[in-house]
Structure formats: C-alpha cells, structure tokens
C-alpha cells in the first residue's frame, strides 16, 4: 500500500520510488511504481480507495509479510 508519514511504521517491508503511471480496469485501478532498484512493482487497489498522487511523484510502498506471495519464474 502507499504510506504516508502517519502509517508508516508497522510494516514488515517498505520501499521508496516514483509513480510512474495509472491504469483503469473498472473497479480497480493498477500503479506502477519504479522503485530505488530499477525494478517497477504494481500496486492494485480499488477505485473507491484511489491514490491520489501524480505522475513523477516519490511515493513509499509498504506490505507486511502475511499479504505477500512469490511468483515463480518460467
């Protein structure tokens, strides 16, 4: 999820990048963060829980461990 500065601690993991886009897809909307590495990370939330930053912006990911699953390469 975005952290702000209130929410910021409590998480297991958090990273920082900037906000590179945002993608509708009815309900949900989709955010690709480019993060300090170079990797993009996808944020899914739904639309009623929208983040309102912009495009370019520096933003803070953080996720605890029990909401994380690993997608094995093929």
Same mark, same amino acid.
């Given at each position: 999820?975005?952290?702000?500065? =209130?929410?910021?601690? !409590?998480?297991?993991?958090? &990273?920082?990048?900037?906000?590179? %886009?945002? #993608?509708?897809?009815? $309900? ?5 963060? =480019?993060?300090?590495? !170079?990797?993009?990370?996808? &944020?899914?939330?739904?639309?009623? %829980?929208? #983040?309102?930053?912009? $495009? ?19």
């Amino acid at each position: 999820r975005f952290l702000s500065g =209130e929410d910021a601690g !409590g998480m297991d993991f958090s &990273v920082r990048g900037i906000l590179r %886009d945002e #993608f509708a897809f009815g $309900s949900r909307l989709q955010y690709e963060v =480019e993060i300090e590495s !170079g990797a993009r990370v996808t &944020v899914e939330k739904l639309r009623e %829980d929208r #983040f309102h930053g912009e $495009s370019g912006s520096s933003v803070t990911l953080g996720w605890n461990s029990v909401h994380s699953h690993f997608i094995k390469e093929t």
